[in-house]
């Protein structure tokens, strides 16, 4: 099973690298609801991170990084930007109404401009890591000949009569040997 590229170098790089764009997705979703920036761009950066590490250390080695299933973090994250969005309406609000908090004299930041804006941007930023994570991973796993979901996410995400392409492929090849 492929580790990854065998260069140390390019390893300690793509390593840096994700902390360095990962500081950078949270400046742009920090900066996004007064400039150009937010969630998508923000969650887009970070899933360009999650790809360099699984290019420089191997996917099987972000997946075991990881620890969770990226689907329920996009779902948190759909749940977070709808409930942000629709509770305006219940207070009798326009949709996706969004509401400021201004903090004069906190230490260390001075003025802090706080609001849902903020709280929706983290639901879409959610949504974007999740899928692009789970998008990697699957792509990443079954190009190199490993099974793309475990036993409890195949249960989850297949139906029964799906039929894994690494199965598919090697029912082939066993067919065209002589």
């Known amino acids: 099973m492929k580790r990854g590229l065998s260069s140390y170098i390019f390893r300690s790089v793509v390593q840096f690298l994700f902390f360095i764009i990962n500081l ?12 150009p920036g937010g969630g998508f761009i923000a969650g887009l950066a970070t899933g360009v991170s999650i790809l360099l590490l699984s290019l ?5 080695e972000v997946d075991r990084y990881l620890r969770f299933d990226p689907i329920p973090l996009a ?14 309406v219940l207070f009798g609000q326009a949709f996706l109404q969004h509401f400021h908090l201004h903090l004069h004299h906190v230490p260390l930041f001075g003025e802090l401009h706080l609001g849902t804006p903020l ?16 998008i990697i991973l699957v792509l990443g796993k ?37």
Do not use: C, W
């Open 24 to 35: 950078f997705a949270l400046y742009l979703m920090l900066r996004g609801h007064n400039y």
């Open 119 to 134: 709280l929706f941007d983290g639901g879409v930023y959610l949504v974007v890591v999740g899928i692009t994570a789970k």
């Open 75 to 88: 779902a948190s994250g759909l749940l977070l930007a709808a409930l942000t969005s629709l509770a305006p």
């Open 142 to 178: 079954s190009t190199s000949g490993v099974p793309a979901l475990s036993a409890r996410q195949r249960l989850r995400y297949s139906s029964p009569m799906e039929q894994e392409i690494e199965e598919h492929s090697s029912h082939a090849e066993d067919r065209h040997a002589p």
């Open 56 to 60: 420089g250390i191997g996917v099987q």
